[in-house]
């Protein structure tokens, strides 16, 4: 009885440690997806750069408040410099820019269009003379043949100049995320990384907040209705708290190529709300040309993390 007892406990213990990085990783799938959906709908009612600066604001207010409180030590001089970088790049540009450029595109056209931050980075290390995984490039060339497939059903589209400028903004903003990524990796620190992004959040949310008040391009916040206030609120509660925290669990206690399996679930998490709730479109195109797409970004992304 004895040895069952022990037994038991030890099966016990393995399926608690698996099954919680594994609910982690089901959670950040699932609504990391959907903040597409809660930037679509704040954008149709307010300024797009108004609503990230609104957002990193209350997300970064609350990583402060919370390293306040348990007296957390601030960063040093590097540590500083490697916050306001990833502050333009994570949050002024990347996220500002995708929020910006789904006010002209769908939901799920711009989850899909910020999935390919990969093939960036295969495209930079290509430029800089390194030396890259022929899988890499398969996976570049995959996954451009899968956008193009997703585009055939927008070439009527491209006619529109709102249409290429959401475009633009969403291409750009996936360029600076490789950036980041890029920069991360060659500037490592021991700073804690919650702390980190909420001080990235706070930054850029008072750069983007002045600009916009110096261009005259906010609202008041009694305009703003009720639905992108509901909208902020989801972004903050489930975009930029707990499911970053849900992220660094599932990558602390996951194999990397399973913990990055987000990355291939979000867009179709964004295309299937974004069909259901916003009647977008979901063609037989758009459902190949991801498909490809992922793949492509599968053997990118393998080749990357073998490297």
Known sequence: ??????????????????????????????????????SKEGVKHMPPMQLVAIRQLFGGLIYLLYFLIKKHPWPNKRQWRNILVLSVLNFMLSNGLSTWG???????????????????????????????????VVGLIVAFGGICVIFYDYLNDFLQPEFRFGILLSVIATFTWALSSIYIKENKTNFNPYFSLGLQMLISSVVISSVIGFNGTSVPLSEIPAISWWSIVYLVVFGSVLTFIAFIYALENLPTEISSLYAYI???????????????????AIIIGGTITIIGLYLVNRAIKKK
């Open 1 to 38: 009885m004895a040895y069952f007892s022990v037994f038991h406990n030890y099966i016990k213990q393995k399926k608690n440690a698996i099954g919680l990085p594994i609910l982690a990783l089901i959670w950040i799938s699932f609504f990391w997806g959907t903040t597409w959906i809660a």
């Open 102 to 136: 789904v006010k002209y595109i769908s939901s799920g056209l711009g989850a899909i269009i910020g999935s390919i931050f990969p093939l960036w980075i295969v495209i930079i290390s290509l430029f800089r003379g390194q030396k890259t995984s022929w899988k890499a």
């Open 266 to 284: 979000n867009p179709m998490v964004a295309l299937f709300f974004g069909y259901l709730l916003f009647n977008e479109p979901l063609t037989t």
